[in-house]
């Protein structure tokens, strides 16, 4: 099992930055991939970015959004640039294993807001 903190949300106005963490703990060595998803109020969940041995994005976070993660590959970060009120969300952090497994973070607040 895989525990996840995640950390760095909170308030910005329209074209700001926020930097999301993720700290994880536990059966670190099956992690395979790292990501993040977001949920809108009223919308589905909604997947934004993945680093595994390559990084991929959504379209729409596409030139704002980096992800990146540290060496040990037990964190995961998100920069998000250019920020806009479509953006607010709850922000969840998320890892798979080889074999399927997914662990989900709690989740932290983003909201842009002027």
């Known amino acids: 099992q895989v525990q996840l903190v995640e950390s760095g949300g909170g308030l910005v106005q329209p074209g700001g930055s926020l930097r999301l963490s993720c700290a994880a703990s536990?059966?670190?060595?099956?992690?395979?991939?790292m990501g993040w998803y977001r949920q809108a109020p009223g919308k589905q969940r909604e997947w934004v970015a993945v680093?595994?041995?390559?990084?991929k994005y959504t379209e729409s976070v596409k030139g704002r959004f980096t992800i990146s993660r540290d060496s040990a590959k037990t964190t995961v970060y998100l920069q998000m640039n250019s920020l806009k009120p479509e953006d607010t969300a709850i922000y969840y952090c998320?890892?798979?294993?080889?074999?399927?497994?997914?662990?989900w973070g709690q989740g932290t607040q983003v909201t842009v807001s002027s």
């Open positions: 680093i595994s041995s390559e990084v």
């Open positions: 998320y890892t798979s294993s080889r074999s399927g497994s997914i662990s």
């Open positions: 536990g059966s670190i060595f099956s992690i395979y991939a």
